[in-house]
């Protein structure tokens, strides 16, 4: 019996897709009451499910596919020039990790990151709460990497941390700093994460090609897609 087979899933009504106008979505998790074990949510993960909050979910819709999970076999990753010149450019920056938590620093930046990148969608207006439950709130074992210019927090990426890889849940950062290209050196910086852990992958969650905010997912090279219930890499 496989692990999906001794879950209880849950489905939601049809609701308005989030990425394409002319699509319903649905969605199936994870029974919330579940024990999310490391184990169980790398196989999760390698089946295509993604964790946000509480929720193990995974897009279930009934005419469509679009949502395309990624992963990136760090081993084999190595950066293309756009992505080392922000490493070169962010050198200044230091990189921790530390335990997920409420802290005025640390929801000042989130909500600051919420208003000026997303203030068009339903995360808007940040609040204690959400931050909480979104970021902090979780029985899986994850970690913050906290970005910072000497004292100053530039980004923070959250991270779960598996049994044979890690997932990029969510990342927020200085949106004034946009040279720097925050949102990437913190995926590169995952990647390096997992690779001295001897990790196999790094998740990042779902592509979707018909939405361009996601494009960035594929410059990651050589890169993995679940299509038909198979890994494939794009080299």
């Given at each position: 019996?496989?692990?999906?087979?001794?879950?209880?899933?849950?489905?939601?009504?049809?609701?308005?897709?989030?990425?394409?106008?002319?699509?319903?979505?649905?969605?199936?998790?994870?029974?919330?009451?579940?024990?999310?074990?490391?184990?169980?949510?790398?196989?999760?993960?390698?089946?295509?499910?993604?964790r946000s909050g509480?929720?193990?979910?995974?897009?279930?819709?009934?005419?469509?596919?679009?949502?395309?999970?990624?992963?990136?076999?760090?081993?084999?990753?190595?950066?293309?020039?756009?992505?080392?010149?922000?490493?070169?450019?962010?050198?200044?920056l230091s990189c921790?990790?530390?335990?997920?938590?409420?802290?005025?620093?640390?929801?000042?930046?989130?909500?600051?990151?919420?208003?000026?990148?997303?203030?068009?969608?339903?995360?808007?207006?940040?609040?204690?709460?959400?931050?909480?439950?979104?970021?902090?709130?979780?029985?899986?074992?994850?970690?913050?990497?906290?970005?910072?210019?000497?004292?100053?927090?530039?980004?923070?990426?959250?991270?779960?941390?598996?049994?044979?890889?890690?997932?990029?849940?969510?990342?927020?950062?200085?949106?004034?700093?946009?040279?720097?290209?925050?949102?990437?050196?913190?995926?590169?910086?995952?990647?390096?994460?997992?690779?001295?852990?001897?990790?196999?992958?790094?998740?990042?969650?779902?592509?979707?090609?018909?939405?361009?905010?996601?494009?960035?997912?594929?410059?990651?090279r050589p890169i993995?897609?679940?299509?038909?219930?198979?890994?494939?890499?794009?080299?």
């Amino acid at each position: 019996m496989s692990i999906l087979e001794e879950i209880k899933l849950y489905q939601t009504m049809p609701h308005q897709c989030s990425y394409r106008v002319d699509q319903l979505a649905s969605t199936l998790f994870v029974d919330p009451e579940f024990k999310i074990t490391p184990e169980i949510l790398s196989y999760l993960s390698s089946c295509g499910f993604r964790r946000s909050g509480d929720y193990v979910y995974q897009p279930n819709c009934d005419h469509c596919s679009s949502c395309i999970s990624t992963r990136i076999p760090v081993h084999l990753f190595k950066p293309n020039r756009a992505q080392k010149r922000i490493l070169r450019r962010n050198q200044d920056l230091s990189c921790t990790l530390s335990e997920p938590r409420m802290s005025e620093e640390f929801y000042s930046l989130y909500a600051h990151y919420i208003k000026e990148r997303h203030s068009d969608g339903d995360m808007y207006p940040a609040t204690e709460e959400q931050y909480l439950s979104f970021i902090v709130e979780s029985d899986v074992q994850s970690c913050f990497l906290e970005i910072r210019l000497k004292e100053q927090l530039m980004a923070v990426a959250v991270t779960d941390i598996l049994s044979n890889g890690c997932s990029a849940i969510y990342t927020f950062f200085e949106p004034r700093e946009s040279r720097r290209s925050l949102g990437v050196f913190a995926i590169l910086q995952q990647i390096e994460f997992a690779r001295e852990r001897q990790l196999e992958h790094l998740y990042l969650g779902y592509w979707i090609k018909q939405c361009a905010k996601m494009n960035y997912k594929i410059q990651y090279r050589p890169i993995e897609l679940l299509v038909n219930a198979c890994w494939t890499q794009l080299g």
